[in-house]
């Protein structure tokens, strides 16, 4: 059994053990400014420099597919996020966060602790960027789904439409997230993490934005978010075919 082969199943039955339980609390005294946006640097600088491999990426991904699935769609239960299409930036610097304890997941550590240098990150990053968008994705489905997203849309234009954009197509650049095709209940659960000061990983230009939104509102700005649709980098997602 290769080293990658032992590894993978040691994270397997470390998610298994993980995966149910919540974010834990954070430690007292700690603030989300003692981590910068930007910090730490050194493996995720590098990374971002890198031109990935998506040939390689492609195998890196078999670490990823259990949870995420083949077509890096996630659940639409927002247990598991949606990855596919999304900023190469954007998934550098959040494995690299993880990796260094900067964002708390206990779930994908393990994972993205069998990466092995800079180099990996960025092919990996670079398979999932180049996947289809999933149209078919988890959005708010109360009975007042129409005035949500409506109030939503309102919320969304006045302060989130700058940084991820009018169809939630985010900016690679400043490593600001698709949305579009994100579950809702995700969008919700980071949000809500993100204002509470349990997203330690978060942009403080976010965290200034959201702190004064209710839950309601939060609600209601999900709901929108998760109902946006990019032209052209959206489509019914076909798993891709696992190698023997």
Known sequence: MNKRVLGFSLAMLAAALAHA????????GIEVRNYPWQAPAGE?????????????????Y???????????GGLSDGSIPQLAGQHSSVLIKQMADIRAGVR???????????LTDPQELADVAAYIEGLCIPVEH????GQDVAQQVATGKVLYEKECRAC???SGEGFRDKAYPVIAGQHYKYLLRQMTEIRD????????????????YDNDQLLAISAYQASLL???????????????
């Open 230 to 244: 990019m032209p052209g980098r959206m489509c019914k997602a076909s798993a891709p075919s696992r190698k023997k």
């Open 164 to 166: 991820h954009g009018a």
């Open 197 to 212: 000061g349990k997203r330690r990983n978060a942009n403080p230009e976010m965290l200034r934005i959201i702190s004064k």
């Open 62 to 72: 078999e670490l990823c597919r259990s949870c995420h699935l083949p077509s890096a």
């Open 138 to 141: 988890g959005r708010y489905e």
């Open 44 to 60: 995720k600088s590098e990374a971002l420099e890198l031109k990935g491999n998506r040939k390689s990426g492609e195998e890196i």
């Open 21 to 28: 339980e919540p974010p834990g609390p954070r430690a007292a």
């Open 104 to 114: 708390d997941n206990p779930t994908m550590y393990p994972f993205a602790a069998l």
